[in-house]
């Protein structure tokens, strides 16, 4: 059990990162790769599917996550939100599986991931990716690794052919403004399409609006940590643990080629 007051952030990288493994054993059970899941699935509303395996890891990380820092609040997708989280310094920030509906269709991009937040930013980030056994983490001004190796964007100044992910509408606007592109498939988990802007596997990635806290707020760090943004179109930094937990479009990029690839989705 730590204390904000007594231990540092650090202290607690370890267990969070075996929290995430730990949650991607509970997972993989009820993945079949290219076949239906094995979980039960529903739907919130009328398109927002949910599985026994997003409420079963939702419960472990609560209690595991909780009971190793009491004093900070909790805001997950699949927990009814709590406003006392508003109160609180530190928030835990939770999708148990980001991309839900890739896990229940035998898709391989779905992640488990993990913030703590701090006054509004996250201080530390974990996204777990179990099909593809890789594990990103970062600590804020410690930098970011991926499966122990560090991460760290080149910061070319050359945004000509860029490797583009996202909404096809936001795809076809930045390349109306900068020229052709390399179209790279959409990834159905948005935390894994920022991480894989922080490893330079995709060079700018777009985001609808709408993204929730628990979609981005790990990769938003983790991709910060490797030396990139995750802004607003206007700039803006996001901030987390609000009232209303989400956002309007962004772009995540390295950080020397932000004011181009900003200035084109602005026009």
């Not at 267990?15 to 039960?40: F, K, N």
Request: aromatic content about 6%; proline content about 7%; hydrophobic content about 45%.
């Amino acid at each position: 059990m730590l204390s904000s007051s007594t231990q540092p952030i650090a202290a607690l990288a370890p267990a969070v990162r075996d929290a995430a493994r730990r949650a991607g054993e509970l997972a993989l059970p009820y993945y079949r790769a290219g076949a239906q899941t094995a979980a039960r699935l529903w739907y919130k509303g009328q398109s927002s599917p949910v599985t026994e395996a997003d409420i079963a890891l939702d419960v472990f990380l609560k209690e595991h996550l909780s009971g190793l820092f009491p004093e900070s609040g909790w805001l997950s997708e699949e927990t009814a939100d709590d406003p006392s989280r508003l109160d609180q310094s530190y928030v835990w920030i939770v999708d148990p599986i980001d991309g839900t509906r890739a896990f229940a269709s035998g898709l391989s991009d779905w992640a488990i991931s993990i913030a703590l937040v701090q006054d509004g930013r996250p201080v530390l980030g974990v996204l777990h990716a179990p099909v593809h056994e890789r594990l990103y983490e970062a600590r804020i001004g410690e930098g970011a690794w991926c499966n122990g190796e560090r991460l760290a964007l080149a910061q070319a100044d050359d945004i000509s052919r860029a490797r583009v992910a996202g909404p096809k509408p936001l795809v076809d606007r930045f390349e109306r403004r900068m020229g052709p592109v390399e179209r790279l498939p959409k990834v159905p988990s948005l935390a894994l399409r920022l991480a894989r802007v922080a490893e330079g596997t995709i060079d700018v990635g777009l985001v609808s609006a709408n993204a929730q806290d628990w979609d981005i707020a790990a990769a938003d760090l983790i991709l910060q940590e490797a030396g990139g943004r995750l802004t607003g179109f206007d700039g803006s930094t996001p901030i987390y643990n609000r009232p209303r937990p989400s956002h309007d479009e962004m772009i995540a990029v390295a950080s020397r080629l932000h004011p181009r690839a900003i200035g084109a989705m602005r026009a």
